[in-house]
């Protein structure tokens, strides 16, 4: 008896004293620094300390690079020993990360969107959780908005990378089958200066997805204009001005937290939030982006616990046991939406995930649901 209680004695204290690493890697240069810089920001209102633990975390930039972002994430894995990962910011750099977290068997928290992340699940997606609301979720809402208003025709004018291509598989059977055409599919680089030729043959994220719509807008096109979600930041109505007047778009709850139902669930959270994150850094400086790092602050205040009466951080134990307690959360309320993990889901949102909103005067507007 006396043994067993001591090594029950030690194996706390040994717990107790061992930090919980997290890594986090976001594109804070590049063309996703847009979404990259508020993530980074929001990284410093996490807490530092869960269960009774110290939590430490280390930042690194991978200038919206998969090559940088593979590097990255050898290096933290590697060099730091870290117990989750938290990123990367776009779907190209998301995508990087998969062999890196999978081969380590270290639980990776995405910020990204694109499904392709956890779907189909196998042996290397089950390492991987999602923040951001579904593709499928934002345009299946999209298209039944289109339809309610009558469009019969659509151009789209996407990146010519996997969050674009997303898009498109996402989009094509939901416009046939709610009779809608889409009558052009254009394609531009995130770096590109000028889309004059593909806005002249007829959704983009960040503030690249300001210019095909400026340069719409300077061709006279004066049709509703739909974005995606990844335009939900202060820079891109910025850097849109006039142009981007009457955008819509279906975004998460924090973009409008204040002007949301108070029945919606999402919406506490993301008042909160919204007064932490602009105390620190300025009136009018939330994003989208932000709010799913927080969201993955949430989900790790909650699995963590549950976690560390398995194993100690820093062990292959620990990992294995925050990535169970990961996939068993249910109903935590972020303010991106309720989160209800599953073994074949790890991004377990729904419709509550989603509100319409439209740029007026220079800000994000509520409409709906």
């Known amino acids: 008896m006396k043994k067993r209680l001591l090594t029950a004695l030690l194996l706390g204290s040994g717990s107790a ?16 620094a847009s979404l990259g810089i508020p993530e980074k920001n929001a990284v410093a209102l996490l807490p530092t300390t869960i269960g009774g633990q110290k939590i430490n975390y280390i930042v690194l930039d991978d200038a919206s690079d998969p090559t940088v972002t593979v590097s990255n994430a050898n290096k933290l894995i ?26 380590a068997k270290v639980p990776n928290i995405s910020l990204a969107p694109n499904d392709a992340l956890i779907t189909p699940m196998d042996a290397k997606r089950k390492w991987v959780f999602k923040m951001p609301q579904s593709d499928s979720l934002l345009a299946d809402a999209t298209v039944k908005q289109m339809k309610a ?15 674009g291509e997303n898009w498109i598989k996402e989009l094509t059977p939901l416009l046939a089958k709610n009779g809608i055409k889409m ?50 930041n202060a820079d891109f109505l910025r850097v849109g001005g006039k142009d981007v007047e009457g955008v819509m778009v279906y975004v998460g709850p924090i ?14 959270v993301s008042v909160a939030f919204t007064k932490l994150y602009e105390d620190k850094y300025g009136a009018g ?45 249910k109903n935590v309320i972020g303010t991106h939406g309720v989160f ?12 509550r995930a989603r509100v319409l909103a439209v740029v ?10």
């Open 149 to 163: 208003r009558g469009v019969k025709t659509l151009g789209f004018i996407g990146f010519n990378d996997a969050y």
């Open 17 to 32: 004293l061992a930090d919980i690493n997290v890594g986090v890697i976001v594109s804070a240069t590049g063309p996703g």
């Open 360 to 369: 007026q005067n220079g800000d994000w507007k509520y409409v709906g649901r």
């Open 78 to 103: 590697q060099d730091s020993k870290v117990d989750v990962i938290i990123g990367a910011s776009l779907s190209t750099t998301a995508m990087a990360l998969l062999d890196p977290v999978s081969a």
């Open 255 to 268: 973009v409008v937290g204040g002007q949301l139902p108070d029945a919606l669930p999402s919406k506490k």
């Open 340 to 351: 209800a993990m599953s073994g074949s889901n790890h991004n377990g949102m729904d419709q």
């Open 183 to 232: 009558v052009a599919t254009e394609r531009f680089a995130r770096t590109d200066t000028a889309v004059t030729g593909q806005a002249l043959k007829i959704a983009a994220s960040g503030v690249p997805a300001t210019l095909p719509i400026k340069t719409l807008r300077q061709r006279g096109f004066a049709g509703t204009i739909y974005a995606v979600a990844g335009v939900a």
């Open 285 to 329: 400086s939330i994003s989208a982006f932000a709010g799913h790092v927080w969201d993955a602050g949430l989900m790790l205040q909650k699995a963590i616990p549950a976690a560390l009466k398995s194993a100690r951080p820093g062990t292959p134990e620990f990992r294995e046991a925050l990535r169970d307690s990961l996939e068993g959360l």
